[in-house]
């Protein structure tokens, strides 16, 4: 299992009029940790994309437990337990700046050829790059 943390501010455009961020605005954040958590080893969504590979959405579940509101600085959680073989099953935890819990997550990916939109399996050369998951 492999767990990043990426911290954010919550900008004013992600809040409803009064000043509570809207819930559609989490399924970015979650965007955002897994991005970041690729990132951690030296991987971008573009060079999956170059390698041929997209990730789509299969199922997306969040559960809020409390709401965030503008200019809260959140810690995003992102939790990886498996290799994405074919599907890319990623956990979310969103926290307030007094540890507060506010809302989980989780998301499935789907690694598909663009061209076909059939899945394929995950490219070698990546799954060795995520061999550590074992590591927190």
């Not at 992600?14 to 690729?38: C, S």
């Not at 506010?102 to 059939?118: A, D, F, R, V």
């Amino acid at each position: 299992m492999i767990i990043r943390e990426t911290k954010i501010r919550v900008c004013y455009g992600d809040t409803d009029k009064m000043g509570v961020v809207y819930h559609g605005t989490y399924a970015r954040y979650f965007e955002i940790g897994r991005n970041e958590w690729l990132r951690s080893f030296g991987i971008t969504y573009r060079n999956v994309e170059e390698a041929g590979i997209v990730w789509p959405v299969r199922n997306l579940q969040i559960t809020y437990l409390k709401p965030a509101y503008y200019d809260d600085l959140l810690t995003i959680r992102t939790i990886v337990q498996d290799l994405p073989l074919l599907r890319f099953h990623i956990k979310t935890e969103i926290y307030n700046e007094t540890g507060d819990l506010l809302c989980h997550g989780e998301i499935t990916l789907i690694s598909t050829n663009p061209q076909t939109g059939k899945p394929v399996k995950t490219p070698q050369w990546l799954i060795e790059k995520l061999k550590f998951l074992d590591q927190t």
